[in-house]
């Protein structure tokens, strides 16, 4: 396992240059409070990213997965997570804002557009509150890939 800190991060010269935000960026501010996410988390990779990460040995939500058929392992959790993010690019502007830095320890998705990344930090923890959700988000991701 990494050290938390270098998931969704990359090396200085890897990052895209976002015109439109000033150069040396300002810092951002976190506005998602950790409990509306937990156990998720965020690892702010200042002042390049964001990352949204859960530990997979947690278990969460692993019950719910071996009902729809999975594991709740990482590669579950991305395809849970492309569904969400199909839905957001949906009801806004832009796509390709998202990526993954997954392992089989971690879950990871990062953004360099960080209020895009809070708001879906929100929708990946609304949709783990129900079942049947996490099922609809899960065939969407099957659905874009088809």
Known sequence: MKDLCQYGNRPEDEWEILPWIPDPRP???????????????????????????????????????????????SGDWERLVRGVIREFEENNSGVDLFHFDSDEDVFCVYSQYIDDLMLLS????????????MGMYLNMSEVAKA
């Not at 390049?48 to 990460?53: E, N």
């Not at 969460?60 to 071996?66: H, K, N, Q, V």
């Not at 929100?122 to 959700?133: F, G, H, L, Q, Y």
Request: aromatic fraction near 12%; include cysteine; charge should be positive.
């Open 27 to 73: 810092p951002f501010k976190i506005w998602v409070k950790p409990e509306q996410i937990a156990p998720f988390f965020l690892i702010p990779h200042h002042p390049y990213a964001i990352s949204l990460l859960l530990k997979i040995s947690d278990g969460f939500r692993t019950e719910e997965f071996c009902r729809l058929g999975l594991t709740g392992s």
């Open 122 to 133: 929100k929708m990946i923890r609304a949709a783990c509150d129900n079942e049947k959700t």
